[in-house]
Each structure stands twice: as C-alpha cells, then as structure tokens.
T-cell receptor, first 111, second 116 residues
Framework: GQQVMQIPQYQHVQEGEDFTTYCNSSTTLSNIQWYKQRPGGHPVFLIQLVKSGEVKKQKRLTFQFGEAKKNSSLHITATQTTDVGTYFCAGPGGSQGNLIFGKGTKLSVKP | DTEVTQTPKHLVMGMTNKKSLKCEQHMGHRAMYWYKQKAKKPPELMFVYSYEKLSINESVPSRFSPECPNSSLLNLHLHALQPEDSALYLC???????????????FGPGTRLTVT
C-alpha cells in the first residue's frame, strides 16, 4: 500500500537554530498535509499543499511541495520552545479523504 | 465553532467491561474518522463514516464497534478489549464538499484508554 516516509525521527536543536523535516512518497500525491502534535495533545492541522512546486509560509514555518509531487518539507527558522512537538506529514489514503501519516519528526528545543 | 469534542478524556476498563467513547462536532462536517494512536507512533486509521454511513473499516477487530447516530455524533463501542488495545483514541472530522477527498481534518483531544 501507499506509504509516506518521513525523516528524521527525532531532532534536538538549540533555541534559535533552524529545523527541517522531510517527507517522501514513492507515488505522486494529489496533495500533502502537515500536522503538529504537542506533547500530550492531538494533531492540529497546519497546512495543505496541492500544486507542484508550491511554497507556503506561515511566519517562521516554510512548507514546500516538490515539483514531482512526491516529496515535501517543513522548515522552521529560528526555533522557539513553543515549536516543541511532533510534526507529521500526511498524504491522501483514498477516496474518503482518509490520511496516511508519516512516522513523524519529534522536535525538542533546548532553551 | 471549529471544535471536535471527545468524552471521556481518560478511561480505564477491564477486559470484560463494555464502554463507549463519544465524539461530537457541530461544524456540519459529513466525514468522521476514528484513529488509534500508540505512544511515539502516528495515528492509525480505524473507521471512516461518510454521510453517516460506514465507508471504511480498516480490518478492525469486532471488539470495536463504531456507530454514527447522526451527522454530529460518532461513537465507538468497546467490548472485551485486550491490554494491547490501550492507546489514545482520536476522533476527527472533515468537511466533505461535493464528495471531494481533499481538506484538512479537525481532531478531537482524544480519549486515553487503558485496558487492565
């Protein structure tokens, strides 16, 4: 079945450093979504990318969708302690809008 | 109102108990989902309801029984669970305009279930 691979699994950074997580699929994705889950919390939608080569920014977060629509990345500039959590990418799992989640990247930020 | 609510927040049950998890949304979303999430793992799809009809069952054991009484409510009935079923159970909803499969999912806070 379709899989979405995500790396790295863990990332430890010093506050102020940048952070990037990457997702790859073996098949072309119609769209990719990103979610953030804080420790003890639930996934919260961040963004959806649909177009080939699309780049979207939300303050310090930059999301990219590859030209072939098989990979995506999330980059955080100058991390803050509030960025702590697990970031998941998710690709479409079928016609019912269900999602296939990557394994997630757990970000910890040292003040 | 962009909130999905779930009750209870925590549940401890024995292997012979019967319990139910409840999920509610008032956003007019017509697609609703149950996910299971183990520690340090991504959410894993269990069931999908579309317009109150079960459309996907991801080969979930029959000790989990979903129910969608109306477009705002989703229940998950639990019976004779095993300790390995202990996990965070997440409900999510999605606006399903014109049957399009795109669109973000709104997750509830989850029910943390422990089976003893």
């Amino acid at each position: 079945g379709q899989q979405v691979m995500q790396i790295p699994q863990y990332q430890h950074v010093q506050e102020g450093e940048d952070f990037t997580t990457y997702c790859n699929s073996s098949t072309t994705l119609s769209n990719i979504q990103w979610y953030k889950q804080r420790p003890g919390g639930h996934p919260v939608f961040l963004i959806q990318l649909v177009k080939s080569g699309e780049v979207k920014k939300q303050k310090r977060l930059t999301f990219q969708f590859g030209e072939a629509k098989k990979n995506s990345s999330l980059h955080i500039t100058a991390t803050q302690t509030t960025d702590v959590g697990t970031y998941f990418c998710a690709g479409p799992g079928g016609s019912q809008g269900n999602l296939i989640f990557g394994k997630g990247t757990k970000l910890s930020v040292k003040p | 109102d962009t909130e999905v609510t779930q009750t209870p927040k925590h549940l401890v049950m024995g292997m012979t108990n019967k319990k139910s998890l409840k999920c509610e949304q008032h956003m007019g979303h017509r697609a609703m989902y149950w996910y299971k999430q183990k520690a340090k793992k991504p959410p894993e799809l269990m069931f999908v309801y579309s317009y109150e009809k079960l459309s996907i069952n991801e080969s979930v054991p029959s000790r989990f029984s979903p129910e969608c009484p109306n477009s705002s409510l989703l229940n998950l009935h639990l019976h004779a669970l095993q300790p390995e079923d202990s996990a965070l159970y997440l409900c999510a909803s999605r606006q399903d305009l014109f049957g399009l499969a795109k669109g973000e999912q709104y997750f509830g806070p989850g029910t943390r279930l422990t089976v003893t």
